[in-house]
């Protein structure tokens, strides 16, 4: 079994500051992450990906994420946020192996809200 | 531009009607998710196929739930008879996943949702 808590439910900031949203994972083999933004009646689009390769990934808006896998965490971070930046954000994690690979897990979301 | 298509965007329906929704992954894409968000509950998963075949459909209400692949350009997602608890917004999606070969793979790209309402 998987699952994936996203720390924060909701994490206000004001423009132009630092953001970190938190997100730990538990799996029993191996997984890929991901972090998807979700903007109001919209679907789920990719912000990033790690799959393999260095902790260290970056995505698009000026977002990046780092796979820390001894405290198996993938906090996502911006380090100056803008007003378009409010939405809802997602971790997920997928099997990369075992009998159930592929399948897909989401945390609860955190919602980012920007102030001007 | 490669998307993954679900219709309809929108259901109006009434208590114990049968609901119908669709979903075409995209081309050669080998697994596809089905998902329900609610404000309650956020993302749940439903059920997952891969090339066509269900691997997972535990977080489906057997009873009343059903979800097919008739072939690959279409999954649907059954709903009979619906109920207000039903309401929420379905997502498919849909990605190619290769255990264990990382290059093989993608990330699971998200249709725009049906959103069903119950009433």
């Known amino acids: 079994a998987q699952s994936v808590t996203q720390l924060d439910s909701q994490v206000p900031v004001f423009e132009e500051a630092p953001v970190e949203l938190r997100c730990n994972y538990s799996?029993?083999?191996?997984?890929?992450l991901f972090w998807y933004v979700q903007y109001p009646n919209q679907g789920l689009q990719l912000l990033l990906k790690?799959?393999?390769?260095?902790?260290l990934v970056k995505g698009i808006n000026g977002f990046e994420a780092e796979f820390n896998k001894s405290q198996t965490s993938f906090h996502l971070r911006k380090p100056s946020v803008h007003i378009s930046d409010t939405a809802e954000y997602f971790c997920?994690?997928?099997?990369?192996?075992?009998?159930?690979?592929?399948?897909?897990?989401f945390g609860q979301g955190t919602i980012l809200t920007v102030h001007p | 531009d490669a998307r993954v298509t679900q219709t309809p965007r929108h259901k109006v329906t009434e208590m114990g009607q049968e609901v119908t929704m669709r979903c075409q992954p995209i081309?050669?894409?080998?697994?596809v998710f089905w998902y329900r968000q609610t404000m309650m509950q956020g993302l749940e998963l439903l059920a997952y196929?891969?090339?066509?075949?269900?691997?997972?459909d535990s977080g489906m209400p057997k009873d009343r739930f059903s979800a097919e692949m008739p072939d690959a350009t279409l999954a649907t997602l059954k709903i009979q008879p619906s109920e207000p608890r039903d309401s929420a917004v379905y997502f498919c999606?849909?990605?190619?996943?290769?255990?264990?070969?990382?290059?093989?793979?993608?990330?699971?790209?998200f249709g725009q949702g049906t959103r069903l309402t119950v009433v």
């Open positions: 999606a849909s990605g190619l996943v290769q255990a264990g070969i990382t290059t093989m793979n993608t990330e699971a790209f």
């Open positions: 799996s029993s083999v191996s997984v890929y």
């Open positions: 790690y799959l393999s390769g260095s902790t």
């Open positions: 997920a994690v997928r099997n990369a192996g075992g009998t159930s690979y592929g399948k897909l897990t």
């Open positions: 081309l050669g894409h080998n697994t």
């Open positions: 196929f891969r090339n066509r075949a269900p691997l997972d």
